[in-house]
């Protein structure tokens, strides 16, 4: 069996077993917050919007149309489009390097995990990336013959990226780049037919323009600004070593090193091979450098996948000149690399195993509890009055749960999250921006883990400046309150008065995981604005297993929490208990706090893993 006949062989099974793995994930995963806001766009057809151009809306709406109302019918079209990638850059790649190194380089689309689990999720990456190789694929053609169908494809290419993202602006100026590097593209560039391409192109960037010039260039502003700190942090190095994993680490090296050669001024390779190579170098060194000045709070290890799938095309022909042993093992670590990151996504569909790493830096809050607090939402307006009002508090809750009780207008507050994501302006747009008055019943949807935890308390004050004293809320702890929502049945107008915040606390010790004896100390601390804190249960299990005794005073608290405790103990707010955990067996259990307030309320707080020995 000749190569060409094994890799077109593996490329087909494997292609085959991924895509159908990713549609078994895409039925049962969570929709992403960032979906569900894309959903929630789809149902207010546009053709722009405040964070994106129109096209990964359209392709929700088109998919649910279609399918109807389910998370693979949101996903449906991205996995149609991931699925369609890898056969495009196989087929780019034999043109040039023969049908060999075309169906190596679909198959490392397949394995390397960044492109892989493309379309697991209905993001803007998904058709940008279909664009980036439509784009590429034309741009080389164009440099060996200048016609008719070679252009059309560049202008297809530039307009499904102009309706992606903001992002493919960038794909755009590297591809020009690297045409203005080579002799062969500057001439490229001088044919009327390349600039008629370039022109439809640009028109497809009008309903972004027009959206940005009626509303003062918000988008543009949050893309290009305020999202960014636009100075130097030292995250762009761990930016480089995520890129490393997410890429797998000897096909980023072997990627690096196409990277080099591309740039140096004696390349010999052909034309084509210089091409690619160096819109892949161009794209992804220089995201490298803007990892150290960009955002570095947003997820962003995706940014550089234009430029990976450049290389692709010729990444084969330097992993010939490995040793099969390097080989081998170039191969097997991409696949495995694959295999995780789909784990990751089997994981995060699970609610047992999420669970698990409740109250980890690894827990997919993102992902999680939206089905649950659905059913809580659905159970309180079945006891509410009919025209009961439902508003949350950010634009993650109301898009959320728009999709989980498919309504897409459920009004929002405003929110640091709505500014912070882009997504305000288009909640006034929509007219869902909910100032905080009201003429009817209101279940108030609050996410209290959507709130830094020393930021907390002071976002509950502001609710309270916002619709008027709280009642008691009804607490919605899921996965052990790693997500935690409250929910509050506020009255038709405005209850003025002394605001009486839900409950603040935390457990100082044990730590979370740490390993105790079957007797252990717990102690803490719990505020609660204008009435206070009466009684703090601790509960293993949740099973009451002691009841704590105040323990004196926390001035380190008034610091942490900004001064902005109304609790009239303050700063006599610790607690402390023992317990004895002799009946329970070895193993992680859960320690969490029951709080009953001065007007009796009564709160089940987050618990933390401990480890009994």
């Known amino acids: 069996m000749d190569e060409e006949q094994r890799a077109r062989q593996w490329f087909i099974a494997v292609w085959a077993i991924v895509t159908v793995v990713k549609i078994a994930i895409a039925a049962q995963l969570p929709l992403f917050v960032d979906e569900a806001f894309y959903w929630q766009e789809g149902r207010h057809l546009?053709?722009?919007?405040?964070?994106?151009?129109?096209?990964?809306?359209?392709?929700?709406?088109?998919?649910?149309?279609?399918?109807?109302?389910?998370?693979?019918?949101?996903?449906?079209?991205?996995?149609?489009?991931?699925?369609?990638?890898?056969?495009?850059?196989?087929?780019?790649?034999?043109?040039?390097?023969?049908?060999?190194?075309?169906?190596q380089a679909a198959l490392l689309t397949v394995v390397m995990p960044l492109s892989g689990t493309l379309g697991l999720l209905a993001l803007p990456d998904v058709p940008m990336a279909l664009a980036t190789v439509l784009c590429a694929d034309a741009g080389a053609r164009l440099l060996r013959e200048v016609d008719a169908m070679s252009a059309t494809e560049l202008a297809l290419g530039l307009m499904l990226g102009a309706l992606s993202h903001y992002?493919?602006?960038?794909?755009?100026?590297?591809?020009?780049?690297?045409?203005?590097?080579?002799?062969?593209?500057?001439?490229?560039?001088?044919?009327?037919?390349?600039?008629?391409?370039?022109?439809?192109?640009?028109?497809?960037?009008?309903?972004?323009?027009?959206?940005?010039?009626?509303?003062?260039?918000?988008?543009?502003?949050?893309?290009?600004?305020?999202?960014?700190?636009?100075?130097?942090?030292?995250?762009?190095?761990?930016?480089?070593?995520?890129?490393?994993?997410?890429?797998?680490?000897?096909?980023?090296?072997?990627?690096?090193?196409?990277?080099?050669?591309?740039?140096?001024?004696?390349?010999?390779?052909?034309?084509?091979?210089?091409?690619?190579?160096?819109?892949?170098?161009?794209?992804?060194?220089?995201?490298?450098?803007?990892?150290?000045?960009?955002?570095?709070?947003?997820?962003?290890?995706?940014?550089?996948?234009?430029?990976?799938?450049?290389?692709?095309?010729?990444?084969?022909?330097?992993?010939r000149e490995w040793s099969p042993g390097q080989r081998r093992a170039t191969w097997g670590i991409a696949a495995l690399g694959m295999m995780l990151m789909l784990g990751y996504y089997v994981a995060v569909s699970l609610p047992g195993l999420r669970s698990q790493v409740a109250g980890s830096k690894y827990y997919p809050e993102n992902f999680a509890g939206w089905d649950a607090l659905a059913v809580e939402v659905r159970a309180m307006r079945a006891a509410l009055p009919e025209g009961t009002v439902l508003l949350a508090d950010n634009f993650k809750t109301g898009a959320e749960l728009g999709f989980a009780l498919n309504d897409a207008d459920i009004p929002v507050l405003d929110h640091p999250l709505n500014r912070k994501h882009g997504r305000a302006p288009q909640l006034r747009l929509w007219g869902l921006e909910h100032?905080?008055?009201?003429?009817?019943?209101?279940?108030?949807?609050?996410?209290?883990?959507?709130?830094?935890?020393?930021?907390?308390?002071?976002?509950?004050?502001?609710?309270?400046?916002?619709?008027?004293?709280?009642?008691?809320?009804?607490?919605?702890?899921?996965?052990?309150?790693?997500?935690?929502?409250?929910?509050?049945?506020?009255?038709?107008?405005?209850?003025?008065?002394?605001?009486?915040?839900?409950?603040?606390?935390?457990?100082?010790?044990?730590?979370?995981?740490?390993?105790?004896?079957?007797?252990?100390?717990?102690?803490?601390?719990?505020?609660?604005?204008?009435?206070?804190?009466?009684?703090?249960?601790?509960?293993?299990?949740?099973?009451?297993?002691?009841?704590?005794?105040?323990?004196?005073?926390?001035?380190?608290?008034?610091?942490?929490?900004?001064?902005?405790?109304?609790?009239?103990?303050?700063?006599?707010?610790?607690?402390?208990?023992?317990?004895?955990?002799?009946g329970v067996p070895a193993g992680t259990h859960w320690l969490g706090l029951r709080v009953t307030g001065g007007d009796g309320s009564v709160e089940t707080w987050a618990e933390q893993p401990v480890d009994i020995r």
């Not at 279609?66 to 850059?89: D, E, S």
């Not at 192109?201 to 600004?225: H, I, K, M, T």
């Not at 607490?475 to 107008?493: E, K, M």
């Not at 405005?494 to 457990?507: L, M, Q, S, Y």
Request: hydrophobic share 55%; aromatic share 12%; charged share 15%.
């Open 46 to 103: 546009a053709a722009a919007y405040s964070d994106l151009p129109g096209l990964t809306a359209w392709l929700t709406r088109l998919g649910t149309e279609l399918a109807g109302h389910h998370v693979l019918a949101v996903r449906a079209p991205f996995l149609l489009m991931a699925a369609l990638l890898p056969w495009m850059v196989g087929r780019a790649a034999a043109h040039w390097f023969g049908a060999g190194v075309g169906w």
């Open 167 to 319: 992002r493919f602006i960038g794909v755009i100026g590297v591809g020009l780049l690297a045409l203005l590097w080579l002799p062969q593209g500057r001439k490229v560039l001088r044919d009327a037919r390349v600039w008629v391409a370039l022109a439809v192109g640009v028109l497809a960037w009008a309903p972004l323009l027009a959206w940005n010039l009626e509303y003062a260039d918000a988008g543009l502003r949050f893309q290009l600004l305020d999202r960014h700190p636009w100075r130097f942090h030292r995250d762009g190095f761990r930016f480089v070593a995520v890129q490393a994993a997410m890429a797998t680490p000897l096909l980023f090296w072997a990627m690096l090193v196409i990277c080099m050669r591309s740039l140096r001024s004696d390349q010999k390779a052909g034309t084509q091979w210089r091409y690619f190579a160096l819109l892949g170098a161009v794209s992804t060194l220089g995201f490298f450098a803007l990892g150290f000045f960009a955002d570095n709070e947003r997820v962003s290890f995706h940014w550089p996948l234009p430029g990976y799938l450049a290389l692709l095309f010729v990444t084969p022909l330097l992993l």
């Open 435 to 582: 100032a905080g008055p009201r003429d009817a019943p209101t279940l108030l949807v609050v996410g209290a883990t959507d709130v830094k935890f020393s930021a907390l308390l002071a976002h509950y004050q502001q609710l309270c400046d916002v619709v008027g004293a709280l009642p008691p809320a009804r607490v919605v702890n899921i996965d052990h309150g790693a997500r935690r929502f409250l929910l509050f049945v506020l009255p038709a107008g405005r209850t003025e008065g002394e605001c009486i915040t839900p409950v603040v606390a935390n457990i100082d010790v044990p730590q979370p995981g740490a390993s105790v004896e079957r007797r252990f100390s717990v102690g803490g601390w719990a505020v609660k604005d204008v009435v206070g804190v009466t009684k703090v249960e601790v509960l293993l299990d949740g099973r009451v297993v002691a009841v704590a005794s105040e323990a004196g005073a926390n001035e380190w608290l008034r610091g942490f929490l900004r001064n902005a405790s109304r609790d009239p103990r303050m700063p006599q707010v610790q607690f402390a208990a023992e317990v004895d955990a002799g």
